[in-house]
Nanobody, 125 residues
């Protein structure tokens, strides 16, 4: 069992930056690829970024590529999402997720067994 708790969301002006953190419980954190997803009101949950268990491989949605960076510190059981040059369309609730041993494409929410409660990010124009 893995429990995930996100933090770092808030209100920021367009062009600004935020860093989200996701703290995980459980000794198996370092075994699982992790992902960040987001969901805006009235829209489906969408993939943002993913990172392999070791941190050596990352994947990004085209909409955030070059602006967002995913990273992890397995010693601290934490995954991060550094968000730069934020845009109003980045406004959403951001969720971190752990695969928990499931196999599948990192872009699909169905690949992830464990989810955090989400943190709100609001970007004003």
């Amino acid at each position: 069992q893995v429990q995930l708790v996100e933090s770092g969301g808030g209100l920021v002006q367009a062009g600004g930056s935020l860093r989200l953190s996701c703290a995980a419980s459980g000794r198996t954190f370092s075994s699982y690829p992790m992902g960040w997803f987001r969901q805006a009101p009235g829209k489906e949950r969408e993939f943002v970024a993913a990172i392999s268990a070791s941190g050596g491989s990352t994947t990004y949605a085209d909409s955030v590529k070059g602006r967002f960076t995913i990273a992890r510190d397995n010693a601290k059981n934490t995954v991060y999402l550094q968000m730069n040059t934020l845009k109003p369309e980045d406004t959403a609730v951001y969720y971190c997720a752990a695969t928990g041993g499931r196999i599948g494409t990192p872009l699909s929410p169905h690949t992830y067994a464990y989810w955090g409660q989400g943190t709100q990010v609001t970007v004003s124009s």
